[in-house]
């Protein structure tokens, strides 16, 4: 997983022109980033997801394993969907039950964002833009 995200955030520090959030799960990501260029991002994640496929199913002895599923940009069209989808990407590892709080995921920009505005102002933005059933359906691979 450090290999990947380490990959990953290559790959959107040379194709978006910022990253605001993000979460790497053991079967999924989500990323909150802005480009000018949304194909030149789709392919070079696309290139990434090619190369990570091949390396683990090789690891695994598994050759032809479909690895990543599918992908899917979505416009944000105001500043409170901006901040809902931050606070679901940074709540996904609570959603999946994989810790008790998002702050104990190492595989987030979690840490980063709460250095960079604070936990008051965390907490009043968690509490402004709540989750809700915000991205219900998302991570289901049968949707």
Sequence with gaps: MNLFAGELLAVLDVTSTQVAAWCLLPNHYHLLAETVDLKAVTRALGQLHGRSSRIWNIEDQKPGRKIFHRSADRRLRSEAHIWA????????????????????????SAHD????????????????YPVLDYGEGWDDPNV
């Design 113 to 128: 964002y709460l250095h960079s505005i604070g936990a008051t102002e965390a907490a009043r933005m968690w509490h402004a």
């Design 85 to 108: 989808t931050l606070n679901y990407i940074h709540h996904n590892p609570v959603r999946h039950g994989y810790v008790p709080r998002w702050t104990d995921w190492p595989w987030s």
